[in-house]
């Protein structure tokens, strides 16, 4: 057998030697020819561009705003939070036989172990000795904070104040002659007017997008604090919390602090839809230089209780032209406006000159001005326009906006109700759709002709003797007016139902 292949090779070799110098001839050939290939000419297009008036118009524009940013930017910092928490570990899970099977779904009870949560959130310098604004949201829980800046220089970071009911909190990092950037006038802002938003979007570092201000005096929390948001189209996502709103004149006037999105609601981990919300520059302003100079926020305070006109037949009923300013509902007895003669269902159109929209722009207005200061207030009284001058006191701690409260008069077939304003908490308790309107029934005497006739509380009074309650100021008026038999409109878990009270209804209610 081995002769055979030696044999075999010997009579072979010539041909097998002819085919490998054709196989290379033949590669060779391939790539001298593939080298002088012929390929197919083309040129790139060339061109100054567009120009003329309109083209000029829009490169100043594109240079205007490349100013801003250059401006701004070095003035806005990244803040990222560190908060330690306490979570129960299963002992199970230190097997990794069990974490096999169970992975993250086992029971979390046992042992206590810490567990580390990042957040990412941005700021903006507002003094070159090292002050920053951002939310209070973004470093409320933190247990550490670094803050980054422009130039890549990180500093930890710490909490001076922090003041939940806007959102907006001051930290402090060590540095001398950083850059900073001017506030502007939130007030003079005008829906349409473009705005430039920096922030840090998904870790993005030091982001710029571009938009207009779509609405002013936007609120998300039903009143449950002190919101006066500017709405905006410019792209605000997760992690811009806290930087800067900026006008064309690179003027900070809002600190970036919640988005809708589809996925989420305000301010959660949804994306970009085109609706952001901005705490104004007024408001954020006043919040920072009290928390840097007391480390607490004091706030003007006038002593009402207040409601916006949010259909024009309740601002025909108070003889108001138009549906803007601010209705008083209830005044505190021995505040400031009780002491100046400010009486309910008075409607306050102007403070200080300037225009009230409605009752959540005046809370806004007189919170951004300091106890002490004394402002006019032009009102309706009746139809009839007065001026009244007041100093303001200083809002107690904690006040929300709070809903108007009524109560009957000891006489007559509506004594023993006391009534409050629907608020949106109100209402969710409830269960009663967003479009109903009426005061519901806080206090109930048990000895009550209402009582009697099977009030209960809870039960929304739409309507007295046929005339429409919508707040507590047309309850206390209709209810004094209410001598006789009275029929009431009651709205019961979303049922509507006529009830009538006499004042007879209480006979021997007492003995019972």
């Known amino acids: 057998m081995r002769a055979n292949t030696k044999q075999f090779l010997r009579e072979n070799l010539f041909g097998l030697s002819l085919t490998l110098i054709g196989v290379v001839c033949l590669t060779l050939s391939g790539l001298l020819y593939e080298g002088h290939r012929v390929f197919p000419q083309f040129a790139l297009a060339e061109g100054s561009g567009l120009d003329g008036p309109d083209i000029d118009t829009l490169e100043r524009q594109n240079k205007a705003y490349e100013r801003i940013a250059q401006s701004v930017t070095p003035a806005i910092v990244a803040i990222s939070s560190t908060q330690v928490i306490k979570v129960q570990q299963s002992p199970f899970m230190m097997d990794p036989f069990f974490r096999q099977f169970f992975g993250n779904m086992a029971p979390q009870f046992g042992v206590p172990r810490e567990q580390r949560e990042h957040a990412l959130g941005s700021g903006v310098i507002v003094s070159a000795d090292g002050y920053i604004v951002t939310n209070n949201h973004v470093v409320s829980k933190a247990t550490q904070i670094e803050v980054l800046l422009t130039d890549k220089r990180s500093f930890k970071g710490k909490v001076m104040g922090a003041d939940p009911q806007t959102d907006i909190a001051v930290i402090k990092i060590d540095a001398q002659n ?14 349409g007017d473009t705005v430039m938003a920096f922030g840090n979007p998904f870790g993005q570092y030091f982001t710029v997008t571009r938009g207009s201000v779509s609405a002013l005096g ?9 919101e006066d948001f500017i709405q905006t189209d410019a792209a605000i996502n997760p992690g811009n919390s806290g930087g800067a709103l900026v006008n064309v004149r690179g003027q900070v006037i809002g600190i970036n602090t919640a988005i809708l999105s589809g996925n989420s609601g305000p301010g959660g981990e949804g994306g970009f839809i085109g609706i952001g919300f901005a705490i104004p520059s007024n408001t954020a302003k006043h919040v920072m230089e009290d928390l840097i100079k007391t480390g607490k926020v004091s706030r003007g305070y006038l002593g009402v209780s207040i409601r916006s006109f949010d259909e024009e037949g309740l601002a025909k009923q108070f003889k108001v032209p138009d549906t803007s300013g601010a209705l008083v509902e209830d005044v505190t007895p021995g505040g400031p406006a009780d002491k100046a003669g400010i009486k309910n269902g008075d409607v306050i159109r102007k403070l200080d000159g ?11 207005m007189v919170t951004d001005m300091n106890p002490g200061t004394e402002v006019g207030l032009d009102i309706l009284r009746d139809g009839q326009p007065m ?23 000891s006489e007559g077939a509506l004594r023993g109700i006391a009534v409050q304003n629907l608020t949106p908490d ?17 206090g109930l005497d048990p000895s009550s002709p209402a ?10 009074i739409e309507a007295i003797n046929r005339q429409p309650v919508n707040s507590v100021a047309d309850f206390n008026r209709l209810a004094a007016e209410a001598k006789g038999q009275t029929l ?19 006979d021997g209610g007492d003995n019972q």
Not at 453 to 460: E, H, M, N, S, Y
């Open 488 to 506: 009431l409109r009651i709205n019961r878990q979303g049922n509507g139902v006529f009830v009538v009270i006499s004042p007879a209804d209480d």
């Open 354 to 364: 300037k225009t009230v929209g409605d009752s959540g722009q005046l809370t806004a």
């Open 387 to 409: 001026t009244i001058h007041l100093t303001l006191g200083e809002r107690p701690a904690n006040l929300g906006v709070t809903a108007g409260v009524g109560k009957a008069p």
């Open 178 to 191: 950083l850059p900073v950037v001017p506030f502007g006038d939130s007030a003079q802002m005008k829906v």
């Open 218 to 226: 936007r609120s998300l929390s039903g009143g449950e604090k002190l």
């Open 426 to 442: 109100v209402r969710d308790q409830l269960g009663l759709p967003p479009n109903l309107r009426g005061v519901v029934i806080s």
């Open 451 to 460: 009582a009697q006739a099977g009030i209960q509380p809870g039960d929304v």
